[in-house]
Protein backbone atom coordinates (compact mmCIF):
# COMPACT_ATOMS: atom_id res chain seq x y z
CA UNK A 1 0.00 0.00 0.00
CA UNK A 2 1.43 3.51 -1.18
CA UNK A 3 1.47 6.32 1.34
CA UNK A 4 1.43 9.99 0.83
CA UNK A 5 3.58 12.47 2.84
CA UNK A 6 3.60 16.21 2.97
CA UNK A 7 5.96 18.73 5.21
CA UNK A 8 4.79 22.39 4.91
CA UNK A 9 6.78 25.00 7.43
CA UNK A 10 4.70 28.31 7.59
CA UNK A 11 3.89 31.02 10.23
CA UNK A 12 0.94 32.33 11.57
CA UNK A 13 0.64 35.75 11.02
CA UNK A 14 -2.16 36.37 13.43
CA UNK A 15 -0.68 35.43 16.70
CA UNK A 16 2.78 37.65 16.54
CA UNK A 17 4.53 38.13 20.31
CA UNK A 18 5.11 41.79 21.87
CA UNK A 19 8.96 41.59 20.82
CA UNK A 20 6.98 41.60 16.73
CA UNK A 21 8.22 37.91 16.02
CA UNK A 22 5.87 34.90 15.49
CA UNK A 23 6.56 30.80 15.72
CA UNK A 24 7.24 28.71 13.05
CA UNK A 25 4.96 26.48 12.73
CA UNK A 26 4.86 22.83 10.63
CA UNK A 27 1.98 21.06 9.06
CA UNK A 28 2.81 17.11 8.26
CA UNK A 29 0.10 15.37 6.58
CA UNK A 30 0.23 11.54 5.95
CA UNK A 31 -2.68 9.80 3.74
CA UNK A 32 -4.42 12.71 4.23
CA UNK A 33 -4.55 13.05 7.66
CA UNK A 34 -2.97 16.55 9.08
CA UNK A 35 -0.97 17.34 12.18
CA UNK A 36 0.77 20.83 13.05
CA UNK A 37 3.31 21.26 15.50
CA UNK A 38 5.45 24.09 16.87
CA UNK A 39 9.21 23.84 15.82
CA UNK A 40 10.08 26.18 18.62
CA UNK A 41 11.73 28.91 16.22
CA UNK A 42 10.16 32.43 16.42
CA UNK A 43 11.15 35.18 13.62
CA UNK A 44 9.96 38.47 12.57
CA UNK A 45 6.85 38.11 9.51
CA UNK A 46 9.38 40.14 7.13
CA UNK A 47 12.14 37.72 7.83
CA UNK A 48 9.57 34.90 6.28
CA UNK A 49 10.13 33.83 2.99
CA UNK A 50 6.67 32.42 1.86
CA UNK A 51 7.42 30.95 -1.84
CA UNK A 52 10.43 28.88 -0.47
CA UNK A 53 8.82 28.63 2.85
CA UNK A 54 12.06 29.59 4.88
CA UNK A 55 13.72 32.39 6.86
CA UNK A 56 15.22 34.76 4.46
CA UNK A 57 19.05 34.61 5.32
CA UNK A 58 21.08 37.50 6.40
Do not use: H
Not at 16 to 29: E, M, N, Q, S
Amino acid sequence: MRSTFSLLPYINRSKTKADGTTAVLCRITIDGKQTVISTGIYCRPEDWNGRKNEIKSA
